[in-house]
């Protein structure tokens, strides 16, 4: 993945040498520039960046105030401070701000991009995985306990995003202007991404508050949400989840179901509703992709607890069947029924 290095300068001069000079490296990363610390922040806000190299002396907002806010509202882009008052005052005061490296001027061309080029390597120490499913890859993060910086980047839009990994726990998430759970939503839709995984994870709060299985089933159905409203298709043209839950459609697969747990476990099995919905398939796919993974056979069914009023079984299909149950009802003796 070809990094975004943003070089922030109020030296036209010396930004269009550096923009040519780096030509040679734009197989590991390709140059954006700035004037000044706020035509700084928009690019920030509309692109990926990498890596930011700022001069501290310039005006409308200087590098200090423009690493202040990297550092706040971008922690996961490291900084490299450039300046042409060098002074060991000044680089101890870069360094406690949270700049990762100091280069004072004049410096070789050469001598800055071996210090980007190295910075670079540290950031993406921890390997790149090309052409796999987001959803699958994280959930492998929460389980082993990770604590990480991942930039994802979507195979099929190019759109890139950042997740930020404490202890298996997910903090924080960016895409573009989107920041915690709306970012991670949107994050956990793309289904094949190349991962560049950084293992350090900068110091933060956590804005999400939440397992990441919650967040995967609440992404999967905003997903399949949006694709069934851009259907050409009436959607009167689908069994309605009220009659199939009358009884009124002649859904057999679903009478066959309500017979075998009326007839094997009775009231108490906690059946609430019985309905298809395929906003479960995206989820669906998922699972099945981690059941190869991990090698154990086609996925039957999946039970999903919420922490809400019911709890969910989940039949693949092409339109999943979806029991609603009681959280209290005999979970392990309907799954083996259904598994059968």
Not at 119 to 136: P, Q
Not at 207 to 221: G, T
Not at 228 to 240: G, H, L, Y
Request: aromatic residues 6%; negative net charge; charged residues 30%.
């Amino acid at each position: 993945m070809i990094k975004n290095v943003l070089i922030v300068d109020d030296d036209q001069e010396m930004l269009v040498a550096l923009e040519n000079g780096f030509m040679k490296y734009h197989d590991t990363f390709t140059v954006m520039t700035a004037e000044d610390g706020e035509k700084a922040l928009d690019i920030l806000t509309k692109n990926t960046i990498s890596l930011v190299v700022t001069d501290l002396k310039m005006p409308r907002m200087d590098g200090f105030a423009l690493l202040q806010h990297i550092m706040e509202n971008y922690p996961h882009v490291p900084v490299i401070v450039i300046t042409g008052y060098s002074t060991p005052k000044m680089e101890k005061l870069a360094r406690e701000g949270g700049a990762v490296g100091y280069i004072a001027k004049p410096f070789m061309l050469d001598s800055l991009a071996r210090k980007i080029m190295a910075t670079l390597r540290k950031e993406s120490e921890g390997g790149t995985l090309h052409s796999v499913s987001s959803g699958i890859f994280l959930q492998l993060m929460e389980m082993e306990q990770k604590t990480c910086t991942i930039r994802l980047e979507d195979k099929v839009t190019s759109q890139k995003g950042v997740l930020f990994f404490k202890d298996g726990d997910l903090l924080d998430a960016r895409v573009n202007d989107l920041q915690g759970k709306p970012a991670a939503y949107k994050i956990f839709a793309w289904d094949t991404v190349t991962i560049s995984i950084q293992n350090v994870c900068p110091p933060m709060e956590n804005k999400i508050q939440s397992d990441l299985q919650p967040l995967i089933l609440e992404a999967c159905r905003l997903k399949d949400e949006s694709t069934m409203e851009q259907e050409t298709e009436p959607r009167e043209a689908e069994p309605r989840r009220e009659e199939v839950s009358a009884g009124k459609t002649t859904d057999d697969p679903i009478r066959k179901i309500k017979q075998l747990l009326d007839n094997k476990i009775g009231q108490r099995c906690g059946l609430e509703d019985i309905y298809r919905d395929k906003s479960w398939n995206d989820l669906l796919r998922q699972l099945a992709k981690t059941g190869d993974f991990f090698q154990t056979g086609p996925l039957k069914l999946c039970y999903i607890d919420r922490g809400e009023s019911m709890d969910y079984i989940i039949l693949p299909g092409k339109e999943p069947t979806v029991l609603a149950v009681d959280p209290k009802c005999p979970r392990d003796m309907i799954v083996q029924l259904l598994s059968k």
